[in-house]
């Protein structure tokens, strides 16, 4: 913080107007961008929410609750709670993505990790290369894997999991092996940096004083990979709680996320006001979510990013 | 000499981070020339005092003068002063040469001159064919020796050292302490020097300034702080000492006798007695290494206690013992003058004398 | 370090499989002679000679490229000076300011997308009519880049020694001097990595562009969408398969790039 007059960092001497003025020149321009930009929008589809469909798609006056409440359920054919359920079943995708994605990580980090020096960078640019990759390509290409003639399918079809001549997609479980696969090298680098700093002498003395490997395992090296997992994991549900391209391409009308429903009510049904409502009601949902995460698992995760 | 301009003058300096008071009430004077240490341990404001001084960091009160003139509106890069940092700070990204041609070159000084000047310091601190590499290829001590480079190529008034040789192994530390203070003999640059090691600055410095937090609390040249310490903490930061309590039971103009928990003792005030010394109750000191162990038989004389030997601690060159006489506990300390046996073993009765002269009054 | 157990190798070769799968797939299949996509059929390589004849997406990867490269451009320059300046200097309301930043970060990119859409609508009502297009979806693009550049900038920043600010000023040089002499250069290694961050995201930019996109404005991620809920060709494929190579590519060459070079002796 600065002090009255004259406080020095970094050799400089500085007063109050000093750092104004060099903070006017320095972070004005990005602060002012991304105000008009994005604070401004944020604010103004809150505003949205708050009015009326217009009977050309457009929106005006009124203001109104109506959003919001047909979103809670009290809509034009009775009390329905589809949208809440959009909802949740897009918070459960997001945890389940990033639940799987987890599972999946923690031994891939460790693999690289215990890579002799020469192929560790081998092994990280394998997993750079898809995280790199246009997520749009890697997802329709699961179409394909899962389409009725290929040999994951037939296998399907051979342990009686489905019916021959029908793809493994749309359904629920395509969308949740496009999304883990898509989504997979974005929880394994966070987790990685923070498994190549552990100190490895902490688990020696752990196993030195008598604890078995799972106990090694949950209370010596779990606790130093923190950081990075969290990191991870914030970094995969909450753009997996809003993806609406995965579960469009590979659960196609049946499975409506959140992400599809705001989709639908902009570009479709042109209801800006209850499409607003919703972009609202799930972005307010995901920070809530990130809050109560953040305050449960300590606030590493925002340094790792 | 009153008459020439001290090289640094620092007058009630006060420097506060939030409550607590780094630097307080601090005057220094240092004379144009002198290599003066700031010694202390952490957290005293050794390193506070050498940046203010440089321009780093600025005072919440007082006055700093560099040469006379009143340096508080001068920022650093104006200043005729440069620092050697604890961290060494050379600059990554340029070459050997490049980091000590830098301040030249923000001087704007020519640039044959600037190729003279490098090079001649090069020489002088032996690092001649490092000029193209950069510091990351570089060894702890070379590292040291180029930011002693870059600081001295520039021939400012007063050069700042900011525990340079703190990273260095033992060896190396010892080597460069001579080589520094070689190298400001010959440059006859002021050396303000900061450490925590006694014995670093009781090696190098001219003056020394102990301190403790925030404060100077004696200062005074090597000898004259190691042989009268006026406070326990100067007594036991510079070397270690022995303490006595002790109450006047009679007293002369340059003596007293004292009587302790180890018996009578004379004290001999010595020229410039502290103000204590006419207090009834103080505390005596005595180093270690005036301890004198006597065998039984020599009980005879003034200021002689009997002791038994704790322990006896073999350093090579020395033997130190830890005796007791009753409640009072005495380290002595004796060269290893006689090949064997000394002919004092643990567990032994001796006698220990005292020297008048080596008993000390402390002002606390 | 430790070595590494068989079933850790198995498990983790079928995770990078796994990876690969839709990488390998679209390869593969961008050589199959099946005209209307389906299954195998015949290898050729038909359908890359047929992409250089198609003017939209040619017009597309034009249009990707334009928008990644001037939004990159902008977004750094904005990015950096906020990421140096929040690293430096204080102002009020800066702790709130700097949550800010990461707003674009944490929103899922749907949310942002369509208040996007509404803004420029709102603006298009109040300042007179105009077409979405290049323009809003290079705005829209430097509004999610900047934050991701200056939190690179920032970072690197916040990991450098402070004392060698200081002792250049102690050596003479003024702050505009310190800047460029001794902060920029160091500052650098972040600002590119920043760069080729916002380049990344530009580029593989789907939602917010298919949000902010207007007439003749299409990118190839939303040809792409476009195409494949059309039913997936091997043409598509074969653009496809391009791309992933462009990616390995970039991908590679960044990684070899950024390899530390060894010092010698020391």
């Not at chain 1, 940096?193 to 030195?208: F, L, M, N, P, R």
């Not at chain 2, 220094?28 to 240490?37: A, L, P």
């Amino acid at each position: 913080m600065a002090k009255k007059k004259g406080e020095v960092k970094f050799g400089e001497q500085l007063t109050v107007g000093g750092h104004l003025s060099r903070s006017v020149v320095t972070s004005g321009p990005g602060i002012f961008w991304v105000t008009v930009f994005l604070l401004v929008p944020l604010v103004w589809i809150g505003v949205v929410s708050f009015l009326t469909r217009g009977e050309v798609g457009g929106y005006g006056k009124p203001f109104t609750f109506e959003n919001y409440t047909r979103f809670a359920g009290f809509g034009f054919f009775g009390f329905d709670l589809l949208y809440p359920q959009i909802i949740f079943r897009s918070l459960v995708l997001g945890a389940g993505t990033a639940g799987f994605c987890m599972l999946a990580a923690l031994p891939l980090a460790f693999f690289i990790a215990g890579m002799p020096a020469r192929y560790k960078n081998t092994a990280l640019t394998l997993v750079l290369i898809p995280f790199w990759t246009n997520l749009l390509i890697r997802t329709y290409a699961w179409q394909i894997i899962l389409a009725p003639e290929s040999p994951i399918t037939h296998l399907a079809v051979a342990l009686g999991l489905t019916t021959a001549g029908s793809p493994l997609y749309p359904s629920a479980m395509a969308i949740y092996i496009g999304m883990v696969c898509d989504y997979l090298p974005f929880l394994v680098l966070p987790l990685y940096s923070s498994v190549e700093k552990i100190d490895w002498s902490i688990a020696e003395a752990a196993s030195d004083l008598g604890a078995d490997k799972l106990r090694v395992f949950w209370h010596a090296i779990l606790p130093q990979v923190t950081p990075g997992l969290v990191a991870g994991i914030v970094l995969v549900f909450i753009p997996a709680t809003g993806q609406f391209v995965i579960p469009d391409l590979l659960g196609g009308a049946k499975t409506v996320m959140m992400g599809n429903a705001i989709q639908q009510q902009f570009l479709q049904s042109r209801d800006w006001p209850f499409g607003s409502a919703i972009a609202f009601i799930g972005m307010g949902i995901v920070l809530v979510g990130l809050w109560v995460y953040a305050r449960f698992s300590g606030e590493k995760g925002g340094e790792l990013l | 000499m009153a008459s020439e301009i001290p090289a640094i003058e620092v007058e009630n300096l006060v420097r506060r981070f939030g409550d607590v008071e780094a630097l307080s009430h601090v005057n220094v004077t240092i004379r144009k020339g002198e290599f003066f240490s700031l010694l202390g341990p952490s957290g005293c404001g050794k390193t506070t005092l050498l940046r203010i001084v440089g321009g780093l960091d600025m005072p919440d009160e007082g006055i700093v003068r560099i040469g006379g003139t009143d340096a508080r509106e001068i920022p650093a890069h104006k200043r005729p002063v440069n620092t050697v940092f604890q961290s060494y700070a050379l600059f990554p990204h340029l070459t050997v040469y490049d980091n000590i041609a830098f301040g030249l070159r923000m001087k704007k000084v020519a640039k044959p001159e600037i190729s003279e000047r490098v090079k001649k310091v090069m020489d002088l601190v032996e690092i001649t064919p490092l000029g193209n590499r950069k510091p990351a290829q570089l060894s702890g001590g070379q590292k040291q020796r180029v930011a002693l480079a870059r600081a001295v190529v520039n021939e400012p008034q007063v050069l700042l050292l900011d525990e340079p040789l703190g990273a260095l192994d033992l060896k190396l530390r010892k080597q460069l302490q001579v080589e520094l203070l070689q190298l400001q003999r010959r440059l006859k640059i002021t050396f303000i020097y900061v450490t925590h090691d006694q014995e670093e600055a009781l090696v190098m410095s001219d003056r020394i300034a102990v301190m403790r937090a925030g404060k100077i609390e004696q200062m005074g040249e090597a000898e004259s702080l190691y042989e009268h310490p006026h406070t326990r903490y100067v007594s036991q930061f510079l070397g270690s000492c022995n303490l006595i309590d002790g109450t006047v039971k009679r007293r002369g103009p340059k003596e007293a006798i004292v009587d302790s928990i180890v018996g009578e003792l004379r004290v001999e005030f010595g020229q410039n007695p502290p103000a204590a010394a006419q207090r009834d109750k103080f505390t005596l000191a005595i180093r270690p290494e005036k301890v004198t162990l006597c065998r039984l038989d020599e009980s005879a004389g003034e200021n002689r206690v009997k002791v038994r030997v704790d322990e006896l601690i073999y350093i090579g060159s020395e033997t130190h013992y830890v005796l007791r006489a009753g409640e009072q506990r005495l380290t002595a300390e004796a060269m290893n003058v006689k090949v064997g046996s000394q002919g004092f073993d643990i567990g032994q009765e001796a006698i220990v004398y005292l020297p008048a002269a080596g008993l000390l009054v402390l002002d606390d | 370090m430790r070595r590494v157990s068989l079933p850790l190798w198995l498990i983790s070769g079928l995770l990078y499989i796994f990876m690969y799968a839709p990488i390998a797939v679209v390869i593969v299949f961008s050589f199959n002679s099946a005209k209307h996509g389906g299954p195998w059929m015949g290898f050729t390589t038909q359908w890359y000679g047929k992409l250089l004849d198609s003017s939209d997406k040619i017009a597309a990867t034009e249009n990707t490229i334009i928008l990644a490269v001037v939004s990159t451009a902008i977004a750094t320059v904005l990015g950096t000076l906020l990421g140096y300046g929040l690293s430096r200097y204080w102002f009020p309301g800066k702790k709130l300011f700097s949550l800010l930043m990461y707003i674009p970060v944490v929103i899922p990119d749907i949310v942002m997308a369509v208040a996007m859409l509404a803004f420029f609508d709102l603006v298009s009502s109040l300042l007179g009519w105009f077409n979405m297009g290049l323009t809003t979806m290079t705005i829209a693009h430097i509004t999610f880049q900047i934050p991701f550049v200056a939190i690179v900038v920032r970072s690197r920043l916040v990991g450098m020694d402070p004392a060698i600010e200081e002792a250049a000023h102690d050596l003479g040089a003024s702050t505009w001097q310190t800047f460029w002499g001794v902060t920029f250069p160091l500052m650098l290694p972040g600002v590119l990595a920043g760069a080729m961050l916002a380049f990344t995201l530009s580029l593989d930019d789907f939602v917010v562009s298919f949000f902010t996109t207007g007439p003749g404005a299409t990118t190839l991620p939303i040809l792409i969408y476009s195409s494949v809920k059309r039913g997936i060709t091997p043409d598509i494929n074969a653009l496809s398969t391009l791309i992933v190579l462009a990616s390995v590519v970039g991908t590679v060459g960044v990684t070899l790039l950024q390899r530390p070079r060894q010092p010698s002796g020391g």
